[in-house]
Nanobody, 125 residues
Framework: QVQLVESGGGLVQAGGSLSISCAAS???????MAWFRQAPGKEREFVAC????????NYAGSVKGRFAISRDNAKRTVHLQMNSMKVDDTAVYYC???????????????????WGPGTHITVSS
């Protein structure tokens, strides 16, 4: 059984930084991990993902250069460092995981089988 729990959300001013984490229980050693977000009234959208080895990453165009995803397989955690935050980054952020055989990149919500409950982030102007 795999469980994901996000932490670190909250309120941040535009232009500021915030880091959120995802703690995983169960065996996620060989899983692509990702962050998605969903703003009120909008569909869930891809933010970033990282391959099981950590050697590959992919970012949505809207966050590229501002956000950085990383993972620590020994600690079973995935992190998202968010810099130069914008009001449009306001959303519920979800951690997702999908077991893989090889290092693979997935960017669609339906590609992921495991999800955390989400953490709220509000960016104020």
């Amino acid at each position: 059984q795999v469980q994901l729990v996000e932490s670190g959300g909250g309120l941040v001013q535009a232009g500021g930084s915030l880091s959120i984490s995802c703690a995983a229980s169960g065996n996620l050693f060989s899983s692509t991990m990702a962050w998605f977000r969903q703003a009120p009234g909008k569909e869930r959208e891809f933010v970033a993902c990282i391959t099981s080895s950590g050697s590959g990453t992919n970012y949505a165009g809207s966050v590229k250069g501002r956000f950085a995803i990383s993972r620590d397989n020994a600690k079973r955690t995935v992190h998202l460092q968010m810099n130069s935050m914008k009001v449009d980054d306001t959303a519920v952020y979800y951690c997702a995981a999908q077991p893989t055989v090889y290092d693979e990149i997935f960017s669609r919500p339906r590609d992921y089988g495991y999800w955390g409950p989400g953490t709220h982030i509000t960016v104020s102007s």
